[in-house]
């Protein structure tokens, strides 16, 4: 299937198309066909970082600790989230923040050992294990990086505050930052698949709420009525468990990590200043790292909030 934009391109065009067909269409003089990796490598040559920083591959399954151009230890992912799952594990350029020796996840109820962390509720960490010491033995982890309890004792040891986390399907540059330029689209439908982004990625998508209604739903069942509905109380509902300035803070953040150079978020509910090369960047990596939302955005019933 082909198609031609002219003019100005929405997000909203742009999120039918990609959800129809997994893939960009758009006007030569818009947005090109290179992919990512391509685009990134012209805007940022080797080296990306001259100190020390970690470097998670998730095809390959890897966890590299390196130093400039320098590898100095490579070791193998025990078990990442589950692709295709609200838990699956993220992708960006993150810089960390704190670290944890032994880390209680109030989401698994498990305890983590040498628990780095990378942004929202995703840590790179070795075996968890239940509080009477039993490990957990899941094919899957929810959506932190799991290394075996030696190799996680060495990446724990490895980063300080500021080392620099990038977690990738394909390569470092990925995220690298987009040229700078002028913000040419305003569009709400950006902001909203922000609002669920980091809903998912900040918060538990099991909690249940009341709705006006009285009834319990999960904050993940709320996600259609924002995508499809566009229902900007579902946004209000989200952003009011951290507060509305905290909430897009995070989004801002957010788009910092995916390198959306000419990207700012100003509200829950108001449009995304962005450019064409941001936005196509912003769909790719839903279309990669956030593929359960996908069957999100099939229509259903309205909930009454």
Known sequence: MTAKIHGYITLGILATLLLISGAWYASSSIVKSETLAEKAVVLAPLPLHTGNYVLVNLKEMTVKLRNGTTTLETMDIVSVGKPGNYYETIGGSFVNDYKIRLH???????????????????????IPYFPGGKKVSTAYSGGCVRLED????????????????????????????????????????????????ILLELLDPEIKITGLDGKKIMYLELMPDLLTQKNDAVSTKYAKRLGEKNYVDYMNQRAHSLGLTNTTFTGIKDSAQTTPEDLARFMDFIAMYKSYMKPLYSPKEQVSL
Not at 104 to 126: D, E
Not at 168 to 175: S, V, W
Not at 177 to 195: G, L, W
């Open 104 to 126: 209680y996840s109030s989401i698994g109820h498990v305890y983590m050992p040498y628990s780095v962390h990378v942004f929202g509720n995703f840590f790179i960490h070795a």
């Open 150 to 197: 030696i190799d996680a004792k060495k990446v724990y040891d490895f980063v300080e505050k500021g080392t620099p986390i990038i977690i990738t399907q394909n390569g470092e540059y990925d995220f690298t930052p987009t040229a700078t330029s002028t913000p040419t689209i305003e569009d709400m439908d950006m902001t909203r698949i922000m609002v669920a982004t």
